[in-house]
């Protein structure tokens, strides 16, 4: 399995309180992905990052921001939580502009 | 990037070959199909991937038809492990983003 944790595994976090979430890869890939799944949307792609400080958003980005300052780490940032944000979160890795992602084992995010 | 269409569910027993079509009407010649799975609660896996050649690995088969506007992934003798969703992706080589859409779900039988 490739080398990719989230932490944490599980949050349960109140309305109106910043939320970060950690990925880190010990695989030394350039491209890190942070996607959202709810029930009957799929995974959906909430932004990436194609280098150290070079980031870009995907298709739900609103409401979240992320940060890259080192190679192996990807973190996401919820300013102010909101209860349309609980979900699972997964962070993915892939090499130089490669479909192949491997995807890490979920963060399971409720806000109440 | 293109858009694709799968059918929400399928059944397949257990030995048998299970075939998960994907139809992509408006794949444009630079556009690679991938299919991925996710196994209940897990992060997706990547399966295979093809421009128009037919192509096999240790998990599958991937048949793209000659004009490229659909495709079948072919799981040669389904195990009840392989119950999953499964996810067909249209995207160039050089687009950094995957756009996953709510796939097939697979359940394999006894």
Redesign the interface.
């Known amino acids: 399995d490739a080398g990719i944790t989230q932490s944490p595994r599980h949050k349960v976090t109140e309305t109106g309180t910043p939320v970060t979430l950690r990925c880190h890869q010990t695989e030394n890939h350039r ?1 890190m ?1 942070w ?1 959202r799944q709810d029930p ?6 909430i932004h ?1 990052s ?1 280098g150290v400080k070079d980031t ?1 958003k ?2 739900v980005s609103d409401g979240y921001s992320v940060s890259r300052s080192k190679t192996e780490d990807f973190l996401l940032t919820l300013e102010s939580a909101t209860s349309s944000q609980t979900s ?1 979160y ?1 962070c ?1 890795i892939s090499e130089l ?1 490669s ?8 963060t399971r995010l409720t806000v109440t | 990037d293109a858009k694709t269409t799968q059918p929400p569910s399928m059944d397949c027993a257990e030995g048998r070959a299970a075939n998960l079509p994907c139809n992509h009407s408006t794949i444009s010649g630079n556009e690679y199909v991938y299919w991925y799975r996710q196994i209940h609660s897990q992060g997706p896996q990547y399966i295979i991937h093809g421009l128009k050649n037919n192509e096999t690995n240790e998990m599958a088969s991937l048949i793209i038809t000659e004009d490229r506007k659909s495709s079948t992934l072919i799981l040669p003798h389904a195990t009840l492990r392989d119950t999953a969703v499964y996810y067909c992706i249209v995207g160039s080589y050089n687009t950094d983003k995957l756009i996953f859409g709510t796939g097939t779900r697979l359940q394999v039988f006894p």
Request: hydrophobic content about 25%; glycine content about 20%; overall charge negative.
């Open positions: 491209y992905y996607y009957g949307h799929g995974l959906r792609l990436y194609y870009d995907g298709e699972v997964f993915a502009s479909y192949e992602q491997y995807f890490g084992p979920g």
